[in-house]
């Protein structure tokens, strides 16, 4: 059965870190592009981040550009975003995305909000 857990989410204030990790099982996580995805309250799903599974190249939304990094361990099956200098329109749900091909796994999302 696949699996992807997103956890490390909560409340924090404006100019706060949190992580993110997003643990995996029942694929093989290595052949796997791995991103990050969150929705906002009444808005549509915007994408925020990917790390390939190629060369481990990463990339960004414009908007989370020098703030959030995504990175992986293969060796763990897990995927994380260290998010620094959050800002209040980083508040969301924020989901993980694994992708080959046709296959496209999600998680269940862990909330953020960032908050004074």
């Known amino acids: 059965e696949v699996q992807l857990v997103e956890s490390g989410g909560g409340v924090v204030q404006p100019g706060g870190t949190l992580r993110l990790s997003c643990t995996t099982s029942?694929?093989?996580?290595?052949?796997?592009?791995m991103a990050w995805v969150r929705q906002a309250p009444g808005k549509g799903p915007e994408w925020v981040s990917t790390i390939k599974e190629s060369d481990g190249s990463t990339h960004y939304q414009n908007s989370v550009k020098g703030r959030f990094t995504v990175s992986r361990d293969n060796d763990k099956n897990t995927m994380y975003l260290e998010m620094n200098n959050l800002k209040p329109e980083d508040t969301a749900v924020y989901y993980c995305n694994a992708v080959r091909g046709p296959a496209s796994y999600w998680g269940p999302g862990t909330q953020v909000t960032v908050s004074s």
């Open positions: 029942g694929f093989t996580f290595r052949i796997y592009d």
